[in-house]
């Protein structure tokens, strides 16, 4: 049976890219995720190499090859998360939850005006919609 660390080198690798660089672009330091050999990761460092890498949580932790796709059936080759995505994400984790709304409402109103297409939903919305998922 493949390890954790066999799991997300398989990924890395076709993804095409390194343990460093994927410990660097999440934010941590060179050589933790192969330390995962010997301790357990923490939750949120294992989402965050889940999202870079483009694969599912049960991928990385069951080796589940059907959980290569994401919960709302999206490729997981669809949903990988470039570098600056991933910079973006960690600098609006710092924030406010009413400074993401406001950043949140600034990004929708300039995506509707760049891309012309109907107003999305409004961060508020959104979050409804995400905390009604949860709690089902």
């Known amino acids: 049976m493949n ?3 066999d799991r997300i080198e398989q990924a890395i690798k076709h993804k095409g890219t390194t343990f460093n660089r994927v410990e660097h672009d999440c934010g941590f330091g060179g050589g933790t995720i192969k330390r995962w050999m010997r301790q357990s990761p923490r939750f949120d460092k294992l989402v965050a190499v889940a999202q870079y890498l483009g694969v599912s949580l049960d991928y ?17 080759s669809e949903m990988v998360v470039s570098a600056k995505e991933m910079e973006l994400l960690r600098k ?45």
Not at 123 to 135: H, P, V
Request: one cysteine or more; glycine letters at 4%.
């Open 60 to 76: 990385l932790a069951f080796g589940d090859e059907s959980s290569l796709c994401h919960p709302n059936g999206e490729d997981s």
């Open 92 to 136: 609006i984790r710092q924030l406010t939850e009413y400074q993401q709304e406001e950043l949140f409402d600034l990004v929708d109103f300039k995506y509707q005006r760049i891309a012309n297409s109907p107003k999305g939903l409004s961060y508020t919305s959104s979050l409804s919609k995400t905390n009604n998922c949860e709690t089902a």
């Open 3 to 5: 390890s954790l660390v």
